[in-house]
């Protein structure tokens, strides 16, 4: 009786015998989990779309760039530029530099878990709460919890796709979830680092169409900037990388010039 109870559909059929019960059960919760493995696949896209297109106040530190892992962890712990920054630009510029520097993760397991861990609470107790309540039927929050349950691992499986781009993947169980797209599959990722405004799912990459369709829609309406902000960053800092090159060769064309134009002329050139 319990069991049935904890089923959100079949439970309705009471002309259900056991036995069919029973052999349609795997098959409503192969259903379920589906559905919340899309969903947990649309909220990592949607949160990594946000923070992608979300540009910090300092610019300074926003176009500068580290490509190692090693560069960004000692440039976070010496650099008075990182330090002395808002907490949001740091978390920011901590996010963003992934697409300069994007494996290994800058941060450990249990950090990646705790950043995960500590958002994914409030809608925990709100579905929970919710729940409790009636306002939420079953389904939903089966759905919701096994979503909110997978996106635990998303930044795991996020960088296991990078990790297999390197060759560092052995696992064969690994590798067949990411052949099947059970987990986000390498290539699938790599779109997203060579355009930037597109395929930001990173626990499997289903809910990519869905996420890049409110992408689109949300830079048409002026919600996201037309051109994706690692882009814009990128066009700044070659900017300024350009214009500290040639800085000197105009200085000495100057200093050059001014030399000339100081020494006496005759006749005409005087005047």
Excluded at 34 to 40: D, H, Q, R
Excluded at 65 to 71: A, F, K, M, Q, Y
Excluded at 83 to 108: E, I, Q, T
Excluded at 137 to 153: D, E, K, Y
């Amino acid at each position: 009786m319990t069991v049935k109870m904890l089923s959100p559909f079949l439970h309705e059929r009471g002309d259900l015998s056991d036995a069919a019960f029973y052999a349609l059960l795997p098959f409503e919760i192969l259903l379920l989990s589906l559905a919340g493995m899309w969903v947990a696949d649309f909220v990592s896209g949607m949160v990594h779309l946000c923070l992608d297109y979300e540009v910090g106040t300092n610019d300074e530190l926003r176009t500068h760039v580290e490509t190692t892992i090693p560069d960004v962890k000692k440039f976070e712990a010496d650099s008075d530029l990182f330090k002395n920054a808002k907490s949001r630009d740091r978390y920011l510029w901590n996010f963003h530099v992934h697409h300069d520097a994007p494996y290994p993760a800058s941060d450990g397991n249990l950090e990646l878990l705790r950043q995960i861990l500590v958002p994914l609470a409030i809608p925990y107790i709100v579905v929970v709460v919710l729940s409790a309540c009636g306002l939420l039927p079953l389904w939903l929050v089966i759905i919701l919890i096994i979503g909110l349950t997978l996106g635990t691992i998303t930044q795991f499986t996020h960088f296991l796709a990078h990790a297999r781009h390197r060759g560092l993947v052995k696992s064969r169980i690994i590798m067949f979830m990411q052949d099947w797209h059970i987990i986000i599959h390498p290539d699938t990722h790599r779109s997203h680092h060579i355009h930037f405004d597109r395929d930001f799912c990173i626990l499997n990459g289903w809910a990519n169409p869905a996420v890049n369709r409110i992408r689109r829609f949300g830079s048409y309406v002026g919600i996201f900037p037309k051109v994706a902000p690692t882009v814009t960053t990128r066009l700044e800092r070659a900017a300024k990388q350009e214009a500290t090159r040639t800085a000197p060769l105009e200085d000495d064309a100057t200093e050059e010039s001014l030399s000339e134009n100081s020494i006496p002329r005759s006749g005409s050139d005087c005047v």
